[in-house]
Structures are given as structure tokens and as C-alpha cells.
């Protein structure tokens, strides 16, 4: 991880993919420090997880139903 600016903060990824993080200028407390106040963590996670359980297979609603949602 490299500063190169104070305002910005820039990474390389594993991947070789560049991210660049800036902070614009606040009044924000939370955020007086700039990038000074963030700190790099360490990922908890690699890869993807699991995959989602499917959604149900519903059949199609008749058109004066769909239309009802819109007010119609």
C-alpha cells in the first residue's frame, strides 16, 4: 500500500489490479484525519463463498394482477 497524496490512498491487488481510495474534503469528525485515520486490515475472506440457494420457480402472474401493482 502506497500514499502519494494526502488525500489518497492507493493499493495493488494480489491480482495486479490497481485501487484507489480519496477522501474528498468534510467538516465530518469522523473523517478530520483524512486517510490518515484508516489503516489497512487484512482480508477475513478469499474467494467466493457458496452459492445462493436458487429462487422458488414461481409461475407467471395473470396481467390484471401485474397491473394492480402499478395502480392501474
Excluded: C, F, Y
Aim: proline content about 11%; cysteine-free.
Amino acid at each position: 500500500m502506497q500514499t502519494n497524496d494526502p488525500t489518497e490512498l492507493q493499493a495493488t491487488l494480489a491480482d495486479g489490479r490497481r485501487m484507489t481510495l480519496s477522501l474528498p474534503a468534510t467538516d465530518a469528525k469522523w473523517a478530520a484525519d483524512g486517510i490518515g485515520g484508516l489503516r489497512a486490515v487484512a482480508p477475513t475472506h478469499t474467494g467466493r463463498g457458496d452459492e445462493p440457494p436458487a429462487l422458488p420457480e414461481e409461475p407467471a402472474l395473470p396481467l390484471q394482477v401485474a397491473l394492480l401493482g402499478l395502480g392501474a
